[in-house]
């Protein structure tokens, strides 16, 4: 397999006016695999995935499911498969599934892609960042 183009279709970036801090949620989800005609390709097929990428601010004091802010991403993903592998991944697609050696490299494609603009997106509507930074000690003495 291997990822030959990216597009994104849209870009949302919101935040409530009475946000408060709580829980992020991320989540990655397919919404549809397609065969593409690429003359360009000759021994292999062309996939279209297509997903959508979105950081959810939830309720601080969860009394409801109303999102306090969002970060979401919709695009597609080319990738070039053999033969073999297109019909593995559009059989398991009838069942809203993508075999895992395909699912695991697109899914780190779209967190390099897409984690980088939701941190831009994020420091531009003061929204609390989604990606877990720990924490640098100070020690009492420099390094040298």
């Given at each position: 397999?291997?990822?030959?183009?990216?597009?994104?279709?849209?870009?949302?970036?919101?935040?409530?006016?009475?946000?408060?801090?709580?829980?992020?949620?991320t989540?990655?989800?397919?919404?549809?695999?397609?065969?593409?005609?690429?003359?360009?390709?000759?021994?292999?097929?062309?996939?279209?995935?297509?997903?959508?990428?979105?950081?959810?601010?939830?309720?601080?004091?969860?009394?409801?499911?109303?999102?306090?802010?969002?970060?979401?991403?919709?695009?597609?993903?080319?990738?070039s498969?053999?033969?073999?592998e297109?019909?593995?991944?559009?059989?398991?697609?009838?069942?809203?599934?993508?075999?895992?050696?395909?699912?695991?490299?697109?899914?780190?494609?779209i967190?390099?892609?897409?984690?980088?603009?939701?941190?831009?997106?994020?420091?531009?509507?003061?929204?609390?960042?989604?990606?877990?930074?720990?924490?640098?000690?100070?020690?009492?003495?420099?390094?040298?």
């Amino acid at each position: 397999m291997q990822i030959i183009g990216f597009n994104l279709k849209k870009v949302l970036a919101e935040k409530s006016e009475n946000f408060q801090r709580g829980p992020i949620n991320t989540n990655i989800e397919f919404t549809n695999v397609d065969k593409e005609n690429l003359d360009m390709i000759k021994d292999n097929e062309a996939l279209k995935v297509s997903f959508i990428f979105s950081v959810q601010y939830q309720d601080a004091e969860k009394k409801d499911d109303l999102k306090h802010g969002e970060v979401s991403f919709n695009g597609d993903i080319l990738i070039s498969v053999s033969k073999d592998e297109s019909k593995e991944i559009t059989k398991s697609w009838k069942k809203k599934q993508i075999p895992e050696i395909t699912r695991i490299p697109v899914i780190n494609f779209i967190l390099r892609k897409c984690s980088a603009k939701a941190l831009f997106l994020e420091d531009e509507l003061n929204l609390p960042i989604h990606i877990p930074f720990p924490r640098v000690e100070k020690s009492a003495q420099a390094p040298q």
